[in-house]
T-cell receptor, first 114, second 112 residues
Framework: DTAVSQTPKYLVTQMGNDKSIKCEQN?????MYWYKQDSKKFLKIMFS???????INETVPNRFSPKSPDKAHLNLHINSLELGDSAVYFC?????????????FGPGTRLTVL | GQQVMQIPQYQHVQEGEDFTTYCNSS?????IQWYKQRPGGHPVFLIQ?????EVKKQKRLTFQFGEAKKNSSLHITATQTTDVGTYFC????????????FGSGTQVVVTP
């Protein structure tokens, strides 16, 4: 059983397109996250939801829009894709919000924008 | 803003040797977590340190949190090929609502 799953695993698309990445966790966690990992492996948080409520919204272009239909799912929609959006996007979850909870990461989605 | 720096960025180690990676924050942290990411994989939680001066061990891995709660270290003894990967520290400040600030990572390559 996969704890945190993401689809698709790979995404290759043209500049200007719109795409979505889906994430699901079956751990019963309340909090979910989106991270971006660039080519230098730097991990940066983008968004976090706690029980469907947006609690962390970092400085990311508004072309990125997260959506949490329920606490087990967190999707990421990206409009008008740019070359600089190429990266690996990780979804993660933790039992609750707050700093003392370990985060469980999904396998990642490698996005390549041509 | 808060910054968490890690050194070294790369570490080439001969199998059987020891090495240490260091994590430094510009601000005091409430706690720090360490993660390991294997090549092509995803970050996996290793440990969390909360108390000033805390030391925790996991087999050949020793984690330490500084007295001022601004730095941390990971020491690996008798490195094995299974230790290959990137090690990240991730710090949390008291006012960040649990937002993890990841360090830049130390990429470890082990030579048999």
């Amino acid at each position: 059983d996969t704890a945190v799953s993401q689809t698709p695993k790979y995404l290759v698309t043209q500049m200007g397109n719109d795409k979505s990445i889906k994430c699901e966790q079956n751990l019963g966690h309340d909090t979910m996250y989106w991270y971006k990992q660039d080519s230098k492996k730097f991990l940066k948080i983008m968004f976090s939801y706690n029980n469907k409520e947006l609690i962390i919204n970092e400085t990311v272009p508004n072309r990125f829009s997260p959506k949490s239909p329920d606490k087990a799912h967190l999707n990421l929609h990206i409009n008008s894709l740019e070359l600089g959006d190429s990266a690996v996007y990780f979804c993660a979850s933790s039992q609750a919000r707050g700093s003392y909870n370990e985060q469980f990461f999904g396998p990642g989605t490698r996005l390549t924008v041509l | 803003g808060q910054q968490v720096m890690q050194i070294p960025q790369y570490q080439h180690v001969q199998e059987g040797e020891d090495f240490t990676t260091y994590c430094n924050s510009s601000t005091t942290l409430s706690n720090i977590q360490w993660y390991k990411q294997r090549p092509g994989g995803h970050p996996v939680f290793l440990i969390q340190l909360v108390k000033s001066g805390e030391v925790k061990k996991q087999k050949r891995l020793t984690f330490q949190f500084g007295e001022a709660k601004k730095n941390s270290s990971l020491h690996i003894t008798a490195t094995q090929t299974t230790d290959v990967g990137t090690y990240f520290c991730a710090g949390v400040t008291t006012d960040s609502w649990g937002k993890l600030q990841f360090g830049s990572g130390t990429q470890v390559v082990v030579t048999p």
